[in-house]
């Protein structure tokens, strides 16, 4: 019998550590520096960047088991970054305000052709004195980039020049997403949730289930079905292509900043204080997951194999199933 209980306990043991495990446990990487990290891309599942303040850039070329810092371009804080394919890469620059001269543009991008070895600085040619927050890029032509005051500036030839496109909002913009050339959605402040089904020659205005909400990512998984993020913990889904959206419920109420799916089912929402929410159902039920860190979790990347990673204050990386 004593044998028979102590089999009994180590099963239970397995089980309770296999239900663990397919939550799956957050870890921390070492990244080398305390500076803010601000957007992670992978261009594959080997080759990853992520930037951040005073010009970081730290790369990896292991999948992410270790993290080195490049060379910096400048002290310029760089607020995201992104690859078009294996060569073409963007980051988007913010300029030091004490260093700038009237005139001169807030913001810029950094662009490489040699997957991200070297980068030459581009002035955003049509882009007027405003700071841009995020730059989404559907194919190696088409995309936007946007900001302060509802700007929405869009780009046909690959960034070399950009037209300012019509907002209905003067919100602050914070996070985008595209699917394809046509299709794209800019989230903001003011519960602005902002929608184009033709290049962005027009955009919409989606209603939103809660009105001053500031929302700070969005992610579509197909034409129809996307999630947004924001302040107070609240999460908002889509089942039409961003025309109108409804809150999910979620067990926290501090900011979130990002949101990933790896599917139509499972999904990541980032936030402050370490916050790491995780879905299996679509968001009909979110549920916290220990995440290691009380740093602010600023955005999120999911690789082809399921892989995910956050990054955010105080240099944090994590790495999660």
């Excluded at 002290?75 to 078009?84: Q, T």
């Excluded at 002035?123 to 005051?149: K, S, Y």
């Excluded at 999910?248 to 799916?261: K, Y």
């Excluded at 916050?275 to 955005?299: C, N, Q, Y």
Aim: charged share 20%.
């Amino acid at each position: 019998m004593k044998r028979v209980w102590i089999a009994f306990v180590f099963v239970c043991s397995v089980s309770i550590f296999a239900s663990v495990a397919t939550h799956g446990d957050w870890r921390r990487q070492a990244s080398g520096t305390m500076t803010r990290l601000r957007a992670i891309y992978f261009v594959d599942g080997q080759r990853g960047f992520i930037v951040g303040g005073n010009g970081a850039v730290l790369t990896t070329e292991d999948g992410g088991v270790t993290w080195r810092l490049q060379r910096r371009p400048n002290d310029d804080a760089l607020r995201d970054v992104l690859f078009i394919g294996e060569k073409v890469g963007w980051m988007l620059a913010e300029r030091n305000p004490f260093a700038l001269r009237e005139g001169e543009p807030r913001s810029y991008f950094w662009r490489s052709e040699d997957a991200g070895a070297t980068w030459v600085r581009l002035n955003p040619v049509g882009i007027e004195a405003v700071t841009l927050t995020r730059l989404v890029f559907a194919d190696e032509l088409h995309g936007w980039t946007f900001g302060e005051g509802g700007a929405i500036y869009a780009t046909r030839d690959g960034g070399k020049s950009w037209s300012r496109q019509f907002a209905p909002t003067r919100y602050l913009l914070l996070g985008g997403a595209c699917y394809g050339a046509q299709r794209a959605w800019i989230v903001g402040a003011g519960s602005t949730a902002l929608y184009t089904t033709d290049g962005g020659d027009t955009w919409q205005l989606g209603t939103m289930s809660e009105t001053g909400v500031r929302l700070n990512g969005v992610h579509f998984i197909d034409e129809q079905r996307g999630w947004a993020v924001g302040s107070g913990g609240r999460i908002f889904a889509t089942a039409n292509g961003g025309k109108s959206w409804r809150r999910q419920n979620t067990p926290t109420e501090v900011d979130l900043f990002d949101v990933r799916f790896r599917n139509a089912r499972e999904g990541w929402a980032v936030g402050d204080g370490g916050m790491i929410l995780h879905t299996v159902d679509g968001g009909a039920t979110w549920t916290s997951v220990p995440s290691g860190t009380k740093h602010r979790l600023e955005r999120l990347f999911i690789v082809s194999d399921g892989r995910a990673w956050a990054v955010g204050f105080g240099g944090t990386i994590i790495v999660g199933p």
